[in-house]
């Protein structure tokens, strides 16, 4: 089994901190949280994305990270817009960013697709991430959209 732990990653011991205290710190949010550490000399930005992920996110996120030129983006999240995990994620390759879900935490549905679009994807040892079909919703109630999955 492939062990990747972050902890030799190039974070620095105070972004460590940041995104464990991002990760603990409230409830469920509407809307993803987005919250930036800045750059520290040559150490990238960190990116912490938690919560239900939201169309409305996409602008935000392509909005903090307009200026970076390196970011290690963490994530924590249960889903929400696929639509919007698409979106993040590709931002998140076309920048040439990191993503992470770090030790702990479940990153899963829209968030996991979002997790993909990482240069390079990192998980901590305890991490959840999850995939499953995608969805619509209907009067009736959720079915499996046949265009939101590859036929493989």
């Not at 939201?54 to 924590?76: I, N, P, Q």
Request: hydrophobic residues 45%; contains cysteine; positive net charge.
């Amino acid at each position: 089994m492939l062990r990747v732990t972050i902890k030799v990653f190039f974070l620095t011991t105070c972004q460590r901190i940041l995104i464990a205290l991002l990760f603990v710190s409230g409830g469920p949010a509407i809307a993803a949280t987005i919250t930036m550490a800045p750059q520290n000399g040559d150490k990238p930005a960190v990116v912490a994305v938690q919560g239900v992920l939201r169309d409305e996110d996409v602008g935000e996120f392509r909005f903090k990270v307009a200026k970076l030129s390196t970011a290690v983006v963490a994530l924590e999240s249960d889903g929400g817009s696929l639509l919007a995990g698409i979106r993040i994620g590709e931002t998140i390759r076309l920048r040439g960013f990191v993503t992470v879900v770090p030790n702990g935490a479940r990153c899963a549905s829209a968030c996991a697709i979002a997790w993909l679009g990482g240069a390079q994807r990192f998980m901590g040892e305890q991490a959840l991430i999850g995939f499953h079909a995608a969805y619509r919703k209907e009067t009736t109630g959720a079915s499996e959209s046949g265009m939101g999955n590859a036929d493989c």
